[in-house]
């Protein structure tokens, strides 16, 4: 597989099997340079192991996955050390404060920010002083993102970021991620909530039992769809629930 | 090195903004330290006397007898050389010092036993005094088979002299037993708490996803608990000995040397003792019950509230070898006697023999998920 210097990762036939099950089945992508990168997949489909895999968080039984030309397998720190992470099950010390919790991971990467400008940047500067236990559930993934900020990545990895976040939680989080696409980051995100995959993904990956059914950015997918005739159940209305909720308790954040 | 330096001061500030656990690394055993100080348990036990037998036979063993009494202990008598029983007597607990000469049964010799008093407890001068009487009384008459009338008054006297000692009693024996307490329980305790928590809510995981890797923070996690449990043995100890007014090591500046020392010592067993139990437990419910089967007979067992001595030597027999008993009583030594920490030979081998199994279990046993 020839890879241009424009491809930040590779997976090339990626498995891995717990036990007798079988998580990851031959997964094989390329994702480019600032891209929004998706996997969609029902819970169990093999996401999170794959992502963990690229992340040097677990170890492949076969295959490689490659960051930025160094191979995950023969150096799982120097990949690492360019990645910003952002775990399904993320967690911090409860007793220390925001600014001190970014300060201190960025003491881990050897890098030197400021701690309260990453805040800003997640929109959480006002909040430097506050312990992680004190967040709420947004405020919490949004301390992962900045968190994840905090070495500059290339790659950005959020598993699952939006998942149990209320609508305006959520949007703001998509706003954000639009945002560090914009400043230039790569991005892989896992979901399995598909109008996210649609806002914010430039190609998805659809993973069914540790295998990719389906390759390709929304519209081509759903163009694909649609050339089989195929015709949704309920008629398409020019709203969702989402809107009339969205328009009921406002868009401002409860934070 | 500056990574470790970073997650050793964040791992301190969590520590000390953690109210609950300074209420049980510092309050609650300074709280026990003063309640059972001022009950003063000294009244409830059988003064402790020294004696140094040096006739070695019969009649003195009969002497010995005698001042330990029957059932009802009178005296709490240990024998020992000389040098022991004027050792016990001047720093100790001991209130007496009994030497019976080596002549003494000897008939027709005329024969002194020195008792040395510790003046400051006139009451046990006359228990020992008049149980010693009667004991010499009684026995020489049936032991030489002299008959009354032939009795010489003074073949056996009493020569009594009195020394200031420097024992301190009960509240000077409960400080370092305290204090050794509260270094198991800040090692055990914090160590699993903190672990098992990080472990279960993923923060361990989230460490592992970065250059460093878990165990650059394990480090600095084990240098914070180092660091605590010197500095809790210094409050526990020079708080116990203003709030009951004893002194530390006799005012020898040493002692706090030696006792650092030790609560280094007894910090790293009892860190790595911490470390396997949060290995094994998967989360804090099973956690807290294991943490307390370990420590809840150490506590009662090695000394730390009362005197081994009170307990069934069944259970002595045992006691003795468990970790909290050798750091109780090295740090006792220590505080209470003004010893050295290089005369400590068997706490210091008990407690060295204790970390080499401990490390190995706990090295064993952790695990990061």
Redesign the interface.
Known sequence: MATSPDTVIVAKDLRKKYDDITAVNGISFEVNRGEVFGMLGPNGAGKTTTIEIL???RDADSGDAIINGINVREDA??V??IIG?Q?Q?????D??KLA?IVD??A????AKVDPVEILSRVGLDHRKNSKYAELSGGQKQRL?IAVALVNDPVVLFLDEPTTGLDPQARRQLWALVKKIQADGSTIMLTTHYMEEAEELCDRIAVVENGEIIALDTPDALIDQLLATGFKPEKRVREATLDDVFLNLTGRDLRD | M??YL??TV?SL??YF??KQGLFWALFFPLLIMIIFGIMNFDGYNAPEVGVHDAAKNDASRALIQALRGGDNKVLDVSTGTNEEIQHDLKFSGSRAAIIIPENYGVPGELTVIEVTYDQRFMQERSVVSTVIGQATDALFKEFAEVPNEFRVENSISIDESFIEGHGQGFKAWLIPGIAAMAIMQTGLFTVVFTLVR?KS???L?????????AS?FLAGQLTTKAIVVVLQTYVLVIVGAIVLGVSVGNGRIGAWFDLTILALLGGALFIAMGLAVSGWAKNEETAAPIANIISMPMMFLSGVFFPLSVMPDWLTKWSQYLPLTYLADGMRAITVEGASITTLGSELLGLGIWIIIVFVIATKMFRWE
Request: proline fraction near 2%; charged fraction near 25%; glycine fraction near 6%.
């Open positions: 992340e040097g968080m720190n120097a690492k050390a992470v775990l099950q993320n967690a911090f010390f007793n220390l001190e201190l991971y003491r881990l990467y050897r992962s | 500056k990574i970073a997650l964040a500030k969590m903004r953690n990080f809510q993923g923060v995981r989230r460490l592992k996803a970065t250059p460093i890797g650059h």
